[in-house]
């Protein structure tokens, strides 16, 4: 059974509009045939007209049916907490908010109903990493404060740092990328971004070498200016330096189709089983006490244990 609180903004329209625009992994229709089905609840009585309308406050649950959902990793540390904003750190295979069949197996999930001590029923990403990716991410506990730090991202504020392992040397020790990205509408891909200079959205990286590894790969630090959907993971390919373990811009469309179709194959491979990237911190000046903060997340053990291995050997 998944629940939530009715809040303001959302107030005294239909239940079938409610949860199509809240919860948007169902259409109206599908959750029109759910509540049908009497499979949602308003303050504990089930609800079997979809005109029914919803108020401030009301007690909205879903009575979900049995489905096997994705394997995650559920291993995530908060690594910062204060009145106001969350930080997590996320490990690699989880993703931050629910898409497609991962209803409960991600990140929000987890921390509005699962989370020991205490859920935060109330929170909301500030920031967002890929399923694959790990590091931190920044929640807030509050809309007024998730509208402040949007505000804050939307004026280059809050400043990210990440570091990768990519195939390839780097001929600099640091550069700047600005290449514009947009969707790939070539691909049969629809989540697949590319460099696009006509109609892609202005992108900037900055990047820096940190060493050269064994087996032609290296470590380098990120920071993104801007935050475009794949943007380091566009920028890198597109500088030839695709990030080690990324499968859709380290692959060539066809071997990630198979792979998609026959994961097994990829892991049998011996390649990183995720794609090297991390967000090592995040810094802003907080939206309500006016200090600068700094939220770190160590490198994982699985990263960690690949820069082990990719160590030139000592003289």
Same mark, same amino acid.
């Given at each position: ?15 079938? %509009? ?8 169902? %259409? ?23 005109? #029914? ?48 069949? %991962? ?19 109330? $929170?909301?990403?500030?920031?967002? $990493? ?54 790939? #509408? ?20 900055? $990047? ?11 470590? &380098? ?26 499968? &859709? ?67």
């Amino acid at each position: 059974m998944v629940s939530s609180k009715v809040p303001q903004q959302a107030a005294q329209v239909s239940l079938e %509009s409610y949860l199509s625009r809240r919860f948007t992994y169902l %259409s109206v229709e599908e959750w029109r045939k759910r509540i049908t089905e009497c499979r949602i609840f308003r303050n504990g009585v089930v609800v079997e007209d979809a005109s #029914t309308l919803v108020f401030r406050g009301d007690s909205i649950a879903y009575d979900l049916p049995d489905f096997q959902e994705p394997p995650a990793n559920f291993d995530y540390n908060i690594v910062y907490e204060d009145e106001w904003l969350l930080g997590v750190d996320k490990p690699g295979n989880l993703l931050v908010h629910k898409s497609g069949r %991962s209803i409960r197996s991600n990140l929000v999930f987890q921390l509005r109903y699962c989370h020991l001590p205490a859920p935060y029923p109330e $929170i909301n990403a500030v920031n967002r $990493i890929d399923r694959e990716t790990s590091g931190v991410v920044l929640f807030a506990k509050e809309i007024s404060v998730v509208r402040k730090m949007n505000l804050a991202l939307s004026k280059r504020a809050i400043r990210k740092e990440y570091f990768a392992v990519v195939k390839g040397i780097p001929a600099e020790q640091s550069w700047t990328v600005r290449l514009p990205i947009g969707k790939d #509408t070539d691909s049969s891909i629809h989540y697949k971004f590319r460099i696009d200079h006509n109609a892609g959205k202005y992108a900037e990286t900055t $990047i820096e070498t940190i060493g050269v590894l064994q087996g032609k790969t290296a470590l &380098l630090r990120v920071i993104p200016v801007t935050g475009r959907t794949h943007q380091i993971r566009v920028h890198l390919a597109a500088c030839g330096l695709p990030i080690l373990g990324d499968k &859709l811009y380290g692959m060539s469309e066809k071997d990630f189709i198979a792979w998609k179709n026959a994961p097994q194959h990829l892991e049998s491979g011996g390649v990183f089983s995720r794609q090297a990237l991390h967000c090592g911190s995040i810094a802003f000046e907080h939206p309500e006490t006016q200090k600068q903060v700094i939220i770190k997340a160590p490198v994982p053990p699985d990263m960690q244990q690949l820069l082990t291995s990719l160590q030139p050997p000592l003289c």
